[in-house]
C-alpha cells in the first residue's frame, strides 16, 4: 500500500513539472523595448520615451496594467519572448514563425526604405542598379525584417559580402555617417529624430524601392505567459485608443501630423 502511494506522489510530481498555464490579466507584465529612432529614444533629460512607451504607458492606464519594463537589443528580446522571460514586446512585425511564440496586436503601419547618401541618388536609381554595382554596401539592423521585395534583394547581397549587420540603429546610423556604408535601410520613425542627433540634415537621399510593401507592426505578446483572454483585451483597448484619437496623438507627439496620418492606416 506504501508502494503504491509513493508511485501516485511521483507520477504527480512529475505531471505538475509541465508548464504552468498563461495568466490572466497584465498585473507585473514584464514589457522589452528596443531603442529605434521616435519609436523609443532617449530624451533630453535623459529618460526614455516614443511611440512604444507612450503607447504601452496608455494600454497600461486604461487597464490598470503594472509594467515591468527593461531594454535590450532586438535580437535578446526575441530569445527573452521564446524562452519565456518577457510577457511583451513592441513594433513587432508578425511572421510564422513569430506567431508561434506570440499573438500580435496592431497599432502603427509603415514601410522600409533606403537612405543613399545624397551624392549617389543620381546613378543608384532602384534596387538592381545598387545590385549591379560590387562596390555598394548597406548596413542593416541584425533580426529587422523589411519586406519581401528588400528581403530578396538583401539575401543576394549578403551572398557577395555586402551587408553589414549591426546590433542598433545607432549604430547602423553611425556606419552611415561615417561612409563606412552607401546606404542603410531604414523606416521614417527611423530618420525622423536620428537625422537631427546625428547632424544628417541635407547629406543623404530617400529612396522608395518597395512603394507597394507597407507592414503592420503592433505589440507581440507571449502565448507561454499571456492567455487569449488578456490578449483580446489589449486589442479592444487599442481599438479604442484609435478611434479616440489617442494614438494619432502620440503618433504626432514624435513624428510629424503627415506622418501620424500615414502609420494610422492599419
Not at 512585425?93 to 543620381?122: A, C, D, W
Not at 555598394?136 to 559580402?161: C, F, M, P, T
Not at 490578449?231 to 478611434?243: C, K, L, N, P, Y
Request: with cysteine; net charge positive; hydrophobic share 40%.
Amino acid at each position: 500500500m506504501l508502494s503504491r502511494l509513493i508511485l501516485c506522489c511521483t507520477l504527480l510530481g512529475v505531471a505538475g513539472l509541465g508548464e504552468a498555464e498563461p495568466r490572466s490579466g497584465c498585473q507585473q507584465l514584464r514589457v522589452a523595448f528596443y531603442e529605434d529612432g521616435a519609436l523609443f529614444y532617449r530624451a533630453a533629460d535623459g529618460g526614455w520615451t516614443g511611440i512604444d512607451k507612450d503607447v504601452v504607458d496608455e494600454l497600461a492606464r486604461r487597464l490598470g496594467c503594472t509594467i515591468e519594463a527593461s531594454v535590450d537589443s532586438r535580437v535578446r528580446i526575441w530569445a527573452g519572448l521564446g524562452g519565456g522571460n518577457i510577457d511583451m514586446s513592441v513594433s513587432a512585425i508578425p511572421l510564422p514563425e513569430r506567431e508561434k511564440i506570440g499573438r500580435f496586436v496592431p497599432y502603427m503601419t509603415g514601410r522600409n526604405f533606403v537612405l543613399l547618401h545624397k551624392e549617389l541618388s543620381g546613378r543608384l536609381h532602384n534596387m538592381a542598379s545598387f545590385l549591379a554595382d560590387p562596390q555598394y554596401k548597406i548596413a542593416v539592423v541584425k533580426s529587422y525584417k523589411h519586406g519581401r521585395a528588400y528581403e530578396d534583394w538583401l539575401s543576394k547581397l549578403r551572398a557577395q559580402g555586402r551587408v553589414f549587420e549591426t546590433a542598433d540603429h545607432l549604430s547602423m546610423m553611425r556606419l552611415f555617417k561615417l561612409g563606412r556604408v552607401d546606404a542603410v535601410m531604414a523606416t521614417p520613425t527611423t530618420w525622423y529624430p536620428l537625422v537631427k542627433q546625428e547632424q544628417l540634415a541635407g547629406t543623404y537621399s530617400v529612396m522608395d524601392w518597395a512603394p507597394r510593401e507597407n507592414m503592420v507592426s503592433g505589440l507581440i505578446v507571449s502565448r507561454r505567459n499571456i492567455d487569449e483572454a488578456t490578449v483580446a483585451r489589449f486589442s479592444q483597448a487599442i481599438r479604442a485608443m484609435r478611434e479616440d484619437g489617442t494614438l494619432r496623438r502620440i503618433f504626432e507627439r514624435h513624428t510629424d501630423a503627415e506622418r501620424a496620418g500615414q502609420m494610422i492606416n492599419f
